[in-house]
């Protein structure tokens, strides 16, 4: 990671936090996401420019209908991507969360590419579950603070990329 990007990143980080972030984010960042999305054929992304993103390509577990959630990503070093449902800090966790416990077959796009993956949670081990928000941590500093803010346990999942499609 670049010292630039690190600086950056530290700036934005203590501003995603504020009330006004969370109250305007959920609203503003997804239909940003959408337009340059649709704009760049899925190449670029716009929290793709501070840290790693993806879009998450689920089926709705109540629907059974295609959703598609631009989310950040953590490497977990092993060639993994780890998400969580952060949700803005919201008492409520994530439609997503609730299709991959659904149906944890999934597909992703990162940078222009589509693979398929398996879901899994990071939430049976405590270990594993400290080491996966000490790995998010170093990437966006106080993002853990979404999940005491909420009141609820964050989910965790790890992303296992099976084929690119």
Request: aromatic share 6%.
């Amino acid at each position: 990671m670049s010292r630039i990007v690190q600086i950056v990143r530290s700036g934005l980080a203590p501003l995603t936090r504020t009330r006004a972030f969370r109250a305007l984010g959920p609203r503003l960042l997804p239909a940003a996401e959408r337009l340059v999305r649709g704009l760049t054929g899925g190449r670029v992304q716009v929290s793709g420019l501070l840290v790693p993103s993806l879009t998450l390509h689920t089926i709705g577990a109540r629907t059974g209908e295609p959703r598609a959630s631009e989310l950040m990503y953590t490497p977990d070093g092993r060639g993994n991507a780890i998400v969580a449902g952060t949700n803005f800090a919201r008492g409520k966790h994530p439609a997503w969360t609730h299709n991959l416990l659904a149906h944890p077959g999934a597909e992703i796009t990162s940078r222009g590419r589509r693979f398929a993956v398996v879901a899994t949670r990071i939430d049976t081990d405590p270990a594993e579950r400290e080491a996966a928000w000490e790995l998010i941590q170093r990437q966006w500093p106080g993002y853990r603070a979404y999940e005491r803010d909420s009141g609820r346990q964050v989910r965790l999942f790890r992303l296992r990329l099976t084929r690119e499609l």
